[in-house]
C-alpha cells in the first residue's frame, strides 16, 4: 500500500468515527462546540501517533502474550504526558475536557491501531497511520462540534454567524446531551447516504 | 439523605450514559438485544463497584502518600485491566453459573470508559470510602438501566422499515437521543 493511500484512508474509507465507530465516548462527550472537538482530536492524534511509533520500535521485544498489556502502558504514558502539558499550557481547554483527557487511555481507536497496526508494521508507516487516524479522528470531530455549535448558538469558532433571527439564540439542545447522539445519528446517515451515490 | 441524593443523581439526573456519554461503546455494542444487555449491565456493576474501591485505596494510601499522584492514569488502568483478569479467573474457578452469565462480557469492560471514568470522578469530587462505593453501585445501575431500555427499543427498531441511510447505526443514535431527552426531564429533580 502506498504511504499516500496509507495516509487518506482515515478521513473518509475508514474514518474511525463514522464508519468504524470507534472511540464514540470523546466524540459524543466533547463536541459541543468546533474548538472542543478540535482540541481533543489533536490531543487524540498527539497519543496515536507517538504510541504507533513506539509500538512499532518495540514490537520485537515484547512477548505476544504480554503485548496488550504493554500496549496500554505505552499509550497510558504518552496520555500522561498530553493531560500535565495540557494542564500547564491549555489551561481553559483542559477544563473544558476535563475527564475525557485522561480517557483517551480506553480509547479503542488508539489501542486498536497499535494491535491492528503499528505491531505488524515499521516505524514510519506507523507513523503515517496514526497521523493519518488522527486527523481523520479530529475532523470528524470538529465536524460534529462545528453542527452542534451551529445548531446550538448560531457561531463557529466562537464567531457568531447570523444564521437565526434577532432574540433567538438556537437551538439549546444541540448543545446539551441529547443533541449529540441526534446530531451523530444525521452525520452518519447523509454521509452513508454520499458514500452509497459513489460506490 | 446525602447516599440517597447520590443515589437518585447518578441513576437519574446525571446518567452515566445518556448525560456524562461514559462508555458509550458498549452502549452501541452490545445493545441488540434485552437479555446481553442485562448480562452486560451485570458484569459493569461487578466490576465498578470492585475497581472504584480498589483505585480508591490505592489513591489515598499508596499515590498520595509517595507524591506520585501524576501516575494516576497509568496506574489505575493496570489495576483495572489486572482486576478484570483477575476477576475472571476467580468467577470461573468459584461460580461457574455466574460465569457463564457475565464470562463474555468481561474482557470487553477494561476498555469500557466508564469503568476508569468512575474511578477517576470519584477523586475529582473528594468522596470518602463510602460514598465512592454508593456512587459506583449506583452510576452502574444506571448504566444497566440506559442499557436495557436502549435495547428494548433497538429490539423493536429492528422490525421497523427504516430509511436505507438511516438504517442500523444513524437510527440508533437518533433513538438513543429521545431517550436522553426524555431523561433530562429528570433535571433539577435534585
Known amino acids: ?199 | 439523605m446525602e447516599y440517597f441524593v447520590i443515589v437518585i443523581s447518578a441513576i437519574f439526573v446525571n446518567n452515566i450514559i445518556l448525560a456524562q456519554f461514559l462508555g458509550v461503546c458498549p452502549f452501541l455494542g452490545v445493545s441488540t438485544r434485552v437479555s446481553t444487555a442485562a448480562g452486560m449491565g451485570g458484569a459493569v456493576l461487578f466490576v465498578m463497584t470492585i475497581a472504584t474501591i480498589v483505585t480508591y485505596l490505592i489513591q489515598h494510601y499508596v499515590l498520595i502518600p509517595l507524591e506520585i499522584e501524576y501516575l494516576q492514569t497509568i496506574s489505575y488502568i493496570l489495576i483495572i485491566a489486572s482486576l478484570v483478569q483477575m476477576v475472571e479467573i476467580m468467577l470461573k474457578k468459584l461460580s461457574p453459573a455466574l460465569y457463564q452469565a457475565l464470562g463474555v462480557f468481561l474482557p470487553l469492560i477494561t476498555t469500557n470508559c466508564a469503568i476508569l471514568g468512575v474511578a477517576i470522578l470519584v477523586i475529582q469530587k473528594d468522596f470518602d470510602l463510602m460514598q465512592s462505593v454508593v456512587f459506583a453501585v449506583a452510576n452502574s445501575a444506571g448504566f444497566a438501566l440506559a442499557l436495557v431500555i436502549f435495547a428494548g427499543i433497538r429490539e423493536h427498531l429492528a422490525l421497523i422499515n427504516v430509511p436505507k441511510g438511516m438504517a442500523g447505526i444513524p437510527i440508533a443514535l437518533v433513538s438513543a437521543g429521545i431517550l436522553a431527552l426524555a431523561f433530562m426531564g429528570f433535571a433539577g429533580m435534585v
Not at chain 1, 89 to 117: K, M, S, T, W
Not at chain 1, 135 to 156: N, Q, V, W, Y
Open chain 1, 1 to 199: 500500500m502506498s504511504q499516500i493511500k496509507n495516509f487518506t484512508k482515515g478521513f473518509i474509507k475508514d474514518n474511525p468515527v463514522f464508519v468504524l465507530l470507534l472511540g464514540m465516548c470523546p466524540v459524543l462527550g466533547v463536541t459541543t462546540s468546533a474548538m472542543n472537538g478540535l482540541g481533543m482530536g489533536l490531543a487524540t492524534t498527539f497519543v496515536l501517533v507517538m504510541s504507533n511509533l513506539v509500538v512499532s520500535l518495540v514490537k520485537g521485544f515484547i512477548p505476544s502474550k504480554v503485548r496488550i498489556p504493554a500496549f496500554i502502558v505505552i499509550i497510558a504514558s504518552f496520555v500522561t504526558i498530553v493531560d500535565l502539558s495540557m494542564a500547564a499550557y491549555l489551561v481553559d481547554l483542559h477544563a473544558q475536557l476535563g475527564l475525557f483527557i485522561p480517557l483517551i487511555v480506553v480509547n479503542c481507536l488508539v489501542l486498536g491501531r497499535a494491535e491492528a497496526f503499528a505491531s505488524k508494521n515499521n516505524a514510519f508507516s506507523s507513523i503515517i497511520d496514526g497521523l493519518g487516524m488522527g486527523l481523520g479522528f479530529t475532523f470528524a470531530l470538529t465536524l460534529l462540534g462545528g453542527t452542534r455549535e451551529m445548531l446550538g448558538s448560531g457561531k463557529i469558532f466562537g464567531f457568531s454567524l447570523h444564521a437565526f433571527p434577532e432574540g433567538i439564540d438556537g437551538m439549546l439542545v444541540f448543545v446539551l446531551a441529547p443533541g449529540a447522539f441526534i446530531a451523530l445519528g444525521y452525520l452518519i446517515a447523509i454521509i452513508n447516504k454520499l458514500s452509497n451515490k459513489t460506490a
